[in-house]
Nanobody
């Protein structure tokens, strides 16, 4: 089992910034991909950004140029720097860890979620 603990989130005005972090522990030897999904009320959960241990990244089109994902492999921690936040970024953000980016949604481990609210 893999445990994911998230930090960060909160309320910010449009145009502001927030940083999320997620630390993994437990049986992490098979974990290569880590990242963030988000789910807004009434919407499906969507991938925001993901990163492999080798540094390969994947971003949703809606956040490219505004969000940056990074990872500290020694600390088993992934970060999401969110800049130029928009009200439509409001959602619960979930950390995810899996063997590959492709398997994150179906087979990954999930954090408890952290609320991000962007006011206009």
């Amino acid at each position: 089992q893999v445990q994911l603990v998230e930090f960060g989130g909160g309320l910010v005005q449009a145009g502001g910034s927030l940083r999320l972090s997620c630390a993994a522990s437990g049986s992490i030897f098979a974990i290569n991909a880590m990242g963030w999904y988000r789910q807004a009320p009434g919407k499906k959960r969507e991938l925001v950004a993901a990163i492999t241990s080798g540094g390969t990244t994947d971003y949703a089109d809606s956040v490219k140029g505004r969000f940056t994902i990074s990872r500290d492999n020694a600390k088993n921690t992934v970060y999401l720097q969110m800049n130029s936040l928009k009200p439509e970024d409001t959602a619960v953000y979930y950390c995810n860890a899996a063997t590959t980016i492709a398997t994150m949604r179906s087979f990954g481990y999930w954090g408890q979620g952290t609320q991000v609210t962007v006011s206009s």
